[in-house]
Nanobody
Framework: QVQLVESGGGLVQAGGSLRLSCAASGIWFSDSAVAWYRQAPGKQRELVAAISSSGNTNYADAVKGRFTISRDKAKYTWYLQMNSLKPEDTAAYYC?????????WGQGTQVTVSS
């Protein structure tokens, strides 16, 4: 059974940092592409950052230079380091894993950035 468990969200002031974690089980680390999405109230879910199974990364223009996606094979965990946070980064953040031809989602973690 595949499980993705996000953590690390919270309330932070503008300019601050947070690191989100996505701990995975039931998928093959080396064969999995993982992405972070976010969804603000009243808006569609949008891609924030992604890392392929080979380690290539890409970012939404809104977060380039501020967010970094990474992974730790030993911990079977993917991360999203978020720096210089802005109020417009406020959203529920979701981890998505594409593995074995299927997509899996975590339950989400809330990030709130106060001005």
């Amino acid at each position: 059974q595949v499980q993705l468990v996000e953590s690390g969200g919270g309330l932070v002031q503008a300019g601050g940092s947070l690191r989100l974690s996505c701990a995975a089980s039931g998928i093959w680390f080396s064969d999995s592409a993982v992405a972070w999405y976010r969804q603000a109230p009243g808006k569609q879910r949008e891609l924030v950052a992604a890392i392929s199974s080979s380690g290539n990364t890409n970012y939404a223009d809104a977060v380039k230079g501020r967010f970094t996606i990474s992974r730790d094979k030993a911990k079977y965990t993917w991360y999203l380091q978020m720096n210089s946070l802005k109020p417009e980064d406020t959203a529920a953040y979701y981890c998505n894993a594409h593995s074995g031809g299927r997509d899996y989602w975590g339950q989400g973690t809330q990030v709130t950035v106060s001005s």
